[in-house]
């Protein structure tokens, strides 16, 4: 799946061997409203409109690849959303403030529980990343990512989308998702450390939860700026970035390039198959 400001595109290798390709007209929200442009505010728009896309792709591929009969709902789909949501929240939000809380007074040590509540949540991601990726179709769609990031390196290089120009790109990408999780790691601790109350344990908890968007927005904009800027601050966290990408980026195959290649060219509308309204 490849997005552009426009559309969104899907390429699927069919179980024929053939490469089903379509776009998906659909204007991303920040450019259709000017308040989804500010900073901060952004960061959190386009991870729902990454998040929402994502669920979309990710069933409508199935549904092609014959391992679906029908695509999501919209009910369905926002409900799927809501779950992964709350699961997320409970091991990497609630869990690690817990476990810090045994063994760190957060009230007299606010930086040093929040740090060690970092650690917990990167311990946990690492762990559930290395036991997934075990998994053969887990490590086919990080195959797929690596060739999601070597065929968006090769155009924005105004490369030939070619296999060769393609494979020679480079696995790991500054503005992947990896690396934001990761980022949401290193701001959760700076914007949980001055949040008055940390002697109140329902307080301290459900405000993390609450804060969670000004979290994401702060990951979002260190993001953005080290994936444009090669000062040493920048090129150590986009290297802190790149370690977690380790975990969900593989070497992809000369056949997962070819796919990559279809669906960034539907995406920027190089090549146009027919247009798949958005319900």
Not at 58 to 71: D, I, K, N, V, Y
């Amino acid at each position: 799946m490849m997005k552009s400001p426009d559309a969104w595109a899907l390429a699927v290798r069919l179980p024929n061997g053939q490469i089903h390709t379509e776009r998906h007209e659909e204007v991303a929200l920040s450019k259709k409203y000017a308040w989804a442009r500010l900073p901060l505010l952004r960061g959190v728009v386009a991870l729902f409109d990454a998040m929402s896309v994502s669920y979309r792709s990710l069933s409508r591929s199935a549904q092609l690849a014959g391992e679906e009969e029908e695509q999501l709902s919209k009910g369905a789909l926002y409900t799927t959303m809501a779950v992964s949501a709350a699961i997320g929240i409970l091991f990497f939000i609630v869990l690690p403030g817990l476990l810090s809380g045994f063994l760190i007074d957060a009230a007299k040590y606010p930086v040093w529980y929040n740090a060690l509540a970092g650690v917990f949540k990167a311990c946990i991601l690492v762990g559930y990343l290395l036991f997934i990726g075990r998994l053969p179709d887990i490590q086919r769609f990080f195959m797929y990512h690596g060739a999601e990031h070597k065929a968006i390196a090769a155009y924005e290089q105004n490369l030939p989308l070619t296999v060769e120009n393609v494979r020679a790109q480079p696995a790991y990408h500054p503005r992947c998702g990896t690396t934001f999780i990761a980022f949401v790691i290193l701001a959760s601790i700076v914007v949980y450390s001055v949040l008055p109350g940390q002697e109140n344990l329902a307080w301290r908890l459900g405000a993390r939860v609450l804060f969670l968007p000004i979290v994401a927005g702060l990951a979002f904009e260190l993001l953005r700026f080290t994936a444009n800027h090669n000062d040493p601050f920048s090129r150590l966290l986009r290297g802190f970035g790149f370690r977690f990408q380790m975990l969900t980026v593989k070497e992809p195959t000369d056949d997962m390039i070819e796919v990559a290649i279809e669906s960034t060219k539907a995406a920027i509308g190089e090549k146009k198959p027919e247009a798949v309204p958005v319900a």
